[in-house]
């Protein structure tokens, strides 16, 4: 069986709302990584395990992709989805192990760590950051090997209906940026502080280290059915789905060709 049919077998058991809920919205992104993985694990050359952290497991859907292929998977998250009942007997099914970090900003799990991982997987995150992250990627540097891949998954900020509407919010001197509504109708990880385009991942990767090579393919994975609700959201969507620029989201594959250095350091108080 392959690892994405194991994985819609191991959610059809599922009882939880949420997560069968997050998993239909998010199916085809799954579909787009696990052929990611297909290139990957032909392009690695490795006599000993592939080694691979993912960061933010959240219902454990990637991990479960990761390990049915016989990867060793370190999935790290808060303690508040480590502590799922169904999150932990999925974890021990799988033989994942759990990684609990409550702040990001430190990592402090992976203090002495260093050239560990084949793989880090950062996916629908990028966008939720609120901290200074150099010291985060400084360290994502550190625990990856040589040749390592940082694969990212994060929604364009130039996507169509996002586009044209904080345009009209600031046409109309309502709002720039996320709105009100956004922040209070939504669980603290839920916010998207910060959504980014193809140029600025670029120059963010640029100014934290020259050893980054960065490949950017602008994608979709939500289908929507053209009724409404949101009727205009949708068409906007499916008309900027049809170019690059205005696309729903991003893939980024981030190599380390090189430990040569790092270029910042954090900002002091």
Do not use: C
């Amino acid at each position: 069986m392959d690892g994405f049919n194991q994985l819609e077998q191991e959610i059809a058991t599922s009882s939880n709302e949420n997560e069968m809920e997050y998993f239909q919205f998010h199916k085809n992104r799954y579909r787009r990584f696990d052929q990611f993985l297909d290139k990957f694990e032909v392009g690695i050359k490795n006599d000993s395990p592939i080694r691979v952290l993912e960061i933010g497991s959240h219902y454990l859907h990637t991990s479960v992709l990761l390990a049915s292929r016989g990867f060793q998977v370190d999935a790290m998250d808060v303690g508040e989805f480590w502590n799922l009942e169904f999150v932990k007997n999925r974890g021990a099914t799988f033989h994942l192990n759990p990684v609990i970090e409550n702040d990001l900003s430190q990592m402090s799990k992976f203090e002495k760590v260093e050239d560990e991982y084949d793989l880090v997987v950062f996916t629908e995150i990028l966008e939720h950051i609120t901290f200074n992250p150099i010291q985060f990627w400084k360290t994502i540097y550190t625990i990856l090997k040589i040749g390592g891949v940082i694969y990212i998954s994060t929604p364009n900020s130039l996507a169509l209906p996002n586009y044209i509407r904080n345009l009209k919010n600031m046409l109309l001197f309502r709002s720039i940026g996320i709105t009100v509504r956004d922040i209070l109708s939504k669980v603290t990880y839920g916010h998207h502080w910060k959504e980014y385009t193809s140029t600025e991942i670029r120059y963010y990767f640029e100014m934290l280290s020259d050893d980054f090579d960065v490949e950017i393919n602008p994608y979709r994975y939500k289908d929507y059915e053209l009724k409404s609700p949101f009727l205009a959201f949708k068409i906007l969507s499916k008309i900027g789905n049809m170019t690059k620029i205005f696309s729903d989201d991003l893939e980024v594959i981030v190599s380390i060709r090189g430990k040569t250095g790092w270029k910042l350091d954090s900002p002091d108080y």
